[in-house]
């Protein structure tokens, strides 16, 4: 059973370095293919694809976020984790992992809420 | 980026009915478009996949069409759990690009 899992700090103040975890099971990131992507939005709003990391090892970022932006994974393949820096109001929202695998995104997390204020 | 426009932004209709939503994207995707169902509170459910896939465990009432710019998700015979919001999402090329949503009333 493919499950995927969002965690934050919940809240953070402005400047601040935002830190998600995502952590997986039923599935492994190093099967070729495999990629888990990190996407965000906004309550009310659409969803803004953010970031992966493929089973190679291999990173793709949003260019509007590019500079802000760090993902990375563990050597167990079982967790990624996005780094945002200098996060303001506009970074609030709910942040999602997803899993995709033959070409799309099939399992999703529940999503962590995340609020920037002072 | 590609851009997707999603219409329309919102629609009301009846139990028994049949509504279609449209994204268009600002260049050809070929077909790497897929539709998403939304609850509230809950992360997005992959209905369509590749323009015109279903997704396992999907009810045929929903299907998918379209190629090169313009796609398109159709509902047949609309049911009461088919109140949600629908995304269409372009995976055809980073950055991946949502459209902004359509909000599916039921009357």
């Known amino acids: 059973q493919v499950t995927l899992k969002e965690s934050g700090p919940g809240m953070l103040q402005p400047s601040k370095t935002l830190s998600l975890t995502c952590s997986f099971s039923?599935?492994?990131?190093?099967?070729?293919?495999?990629?888990v992507s990190w996407i965000r939005q906004p309550s009310g709003k659409s969803l803004e694809w953010l970031a992966a990391?493929?089973?190679?090892?291999?990173?793709y970022y949003n260019p509007s976020l590019k500079t802000r932006l760090t993902v990375s994974k563990v050597t167990s393949n079982t967790q990624i984790f996005l780094k945002i820096t200098s996060v303001d109001i506009a970074d609030t929202a709910t942040y999602y992992c997803?899993?995709?695998?033959?070409?799309?995104?099939?399992?999703w997390g529940q999503g962590v809420m995340v609020t920037v204020s002072s | 980026d590609i851009q997707m426009t999603q219409s329309p932004a919102s629609l009301s209709a009846s139990l028994g009915e049949a509504v279609s939503i449209e994204c268009l994207a600002s260049?050809?995707?070929?077909?790497?478009l897929a539709w998403y169902q939304q609850k509230p509170g809950k992360s997005p459910q992959l209905l369509i996949y590749?323009?015109?896939n279903l997704q396992d465990g999907v009810p045929s009432r929903f299907s998918g069409s379209g190629s090169g710019t313009q796609y398109s998700l159709k509902i047949n015979s609309l049911e009461s759990e088919d109140a949600a919001t629908y995304f269409c999402?372009?995976?055809?090329?980073?950055?991946?690009?949502f459209g902004a949503g359509t909000k599916l009333e039921l009357k």
């Open positions: 997803a899993r995709r695998f033959n070409y799309y995104f099939d399992y």
């Open positions: 039923g599935f492994s990131l190093s099967t070729s293919g495999m990629v």
């Open positions: 990391i493929d089973w190679d090892g291999d990173e």
């Open positions: 260049e050809d995707i070929y077909n790497n």
């Open positions: 590749y323009a015109s």
């Open positions: 999402l372009q995976d055809s090329e980073y950055p991946y690009t």
